[in-house]
């Protein structure tokens, strides 16, 4: 596949070439993991709040058994992945960059694997949308790309936009990661009924799988399986350039339309689901299975046996490195997710979770380690750049502290997908800073909404207190004005008693 061909497809503005190297896993066939001894399983696996734990330490569940409840509508529920003992609900290092602790449920597995009653299931042909979305929620599906946002929230949007295209995301653009293209090829069926069951909520009919064109066997098999729900199921062959995978740029790709700044492509009737979330979905809707496991792919030079594993939820990063031959060397990072938008993790204790589509270990040769040298003003950035912006101006203005400024020329419109740090020739660490002054914006734009809220409630509150000392002064005045008129009356009945008594006959009587 050459360079004129991939130029010849549907392409984006901007984005980068990088080595893709996914021929260490693209030919290793998904293969189930065995259960690990512990599970860890954070409340929080998805964008929204955590999710409220059910369970308690010594408590004994089932596989499927819903363990931790959405709370609130954005926020997804958590089941077992198998049976065991709950040994501990409390904090455990989050598998995040900062290596925190956040609130987990670990469970120890007992082997035999029993699940809990499913759910019934359902028959997709007859079933209403919302029974559909709501089935989607129960089963606790989240955005399986690594967005991680509740599926079942996005399939509600036919009740606010005018939607009529399903795009299902299987551009896999991150180098390294082949678990979408391996589902593809071999379950291709799943993905397309889960496509027509999303379709069916989402009230559209016409159903696109976008595919890089790396990615020639994903694609014949889903020509071969091209009917989801009666609906059928285009495949389109997009460029391969990274990030060809970020939703809006795929959009764009897809359809030449482009979806305005920090608007949801439904504004544009599209709705953008990744390929795993629509295997999942059929798996809940027409078996009534929650989301339990993932297809993860483990890779980079530092691993003896790259592969794609079935992972339950909460598989330790450790056990799928042991299972994939362990190490060849100490990796000099540690990734979940791809090269270019991944975490590096601090330990390999940290756990799968819903949204973990890779687990790299880099050795040295494989991570670009180079001086950091002033900016040279070559503009590199600029054209990379698939959102528009300008790259060297943000870090201008983020290294002169004035963050209002980048906001300003665009910062929050960045999708953090490195292409400026990748192309640039001085190594700048430009997604870095960015992410960091997004964080500190939304940090001052939360605490100056705290701000406003407490003098809100303060001004609410002195109000109050006015309202109740005027309140107090006019029942006082009242009662003065009251007694006064008391004393009035009192007196007019004295002075009129007075008058009307008879006079005493005092000089006569002498
Ligand atoms: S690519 Fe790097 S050196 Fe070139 S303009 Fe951008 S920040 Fe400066
Ligand atoms: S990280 Fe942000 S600024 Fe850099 S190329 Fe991507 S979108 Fe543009």
């Not at 077992?80 to 040994?87: L, M």
């Not at 020739?425 to 701000?451: C, D, M, W, Y």
Request: aromatic residues 2%; hydrophobic residues 40%; contains cysteine.
């Amino acid at each position: 596949m050459g360079a004129l061909l991939s130029a010849l497809l549907s392409s984006i503005r901007g984005g980068v070439h990088p080595e893709t190297r996914k021929f260490l896993s693209a030919e290793s066939p998904i293969e189930p993991m065995p259960i690990p001894a512990l599970l860890r399983l954070p409340l929080q696996q998805h964008i929204g709040a955590p999710a409220e734990p059910l369970v308690a330490r010594d408590d004994h569940v089932l596989k499927g058994q819903l363990i931790a409840r959405a709370r609130g509508p954005i926020s997804a529920n958590l089941h077992a992945p198998t049976s065991g003992r709950v040994i501990a609900v409390g904090p455990f290092p989050a598998p995040h960059p900062s290596g925190l602790p956040v609130p987990t449920i670990t469970l120890r597995p007992d082997g035999a694997d029993r699940w809990a009653p499913r759910l019934p299931r359902l028959r997709p042909e007859d079933a209403e949308p919302e029974e559909i979305a709501a089935r989607v929620a129960e089963a606790g599906i989240v955005g399986m790309g690594g967005a991680t946002f509740p599926a079942a929230v996005k399939l509600t949007l036919r009740d606010r936009y005018r939607l009529h295209t399903l795009i299902i995301n299987a551009a896999e653009c991150e180098p390294y990661l082949t678990c979408d293209d391996r589902l593809l090829r071999e379950r291709a069926e799943e993905v397309a009924d889960g496509a027509g069951i999303m379709a069916r909520a989402l009230g559209v009919t016409k159903i696109i799988v976008a595919i890089e064109s790396n990615k020639p066997a994903a694609a014949a098999a889903m020509r071969r399986h091209n009917l989801g729900l009666g609906h059928p199921v285009q495949v389109r062959v997009v460029a391969t350039q990274y990030p060809m995978g970020s939703e809006k740029h795929l959009v764009r790709a897809v359809t030449g339309r482009e979806t305005p700044a920090r608007a949801l492509t439904a504004e544009l009737g599209i709705v953008v689901h990744n390929s795993a979330t629509a295997q999942a979905v059929h798996l809940a809707v027409r078996y009534g299975e929650p989301l339990l496991s993932r297809v993860v792919t483990v890779s980079g030079r530092g691993v003896a046996r790259p592969a794609n594993v079935q992972a339950l939820l909460g598989t330790p990063v450790a056990d799928l490195l042991a299972h994939c031959g362990g190490l060849t060397e100490d990796p000099d990072r540690l990734l979940l997710g791809g090269p270019m938008m991944g975490q590096p993790i601090r330990s390999p204790r940290v756990p799968v979770v819903k949204g973990t589509n890779g687990v790299l270990a880099l050795t040295r040769a494989e991570t670009r380690k180079a001086e950091t040298m002033p900016c040279i003003r070559c503009g590199a950035c600029v054209r990379a750049c698939p959102c528009g912006l300008t790259p060297f101006e943000l870090n201008a203005r983020i290294q002169a502290g004035d963050l209002e400024g980048a906001a300003a020329v665009g910062l929050l419109d960045c999708v953090s997908c490195g292409c400026c740090s990748y192309i640039c020739p001085s190594n700048i660490p430009l997604v870095q800073g960015f992410s960091f002054a997004k964080g500190k914006l939304a940090e001052t734009e939360s605490r100056k909404h705290q701000q406003e809220e407490t003098r809100r409630l303060a001004a609410a509150r002195t109000a109050r207190e006015e309202a109740i000392a005027e309140a107090k002064r006019a029942a006082m005045a009242r009662h003065k004005a009251q007694m006064a008129e008391k004393k009035r009356r009192a007196a007019e009945e004295a002075a009129q008693a007075a008058e009307e008594a008879p006079a005493e006959p005092q000089e006569a009587a002498k």
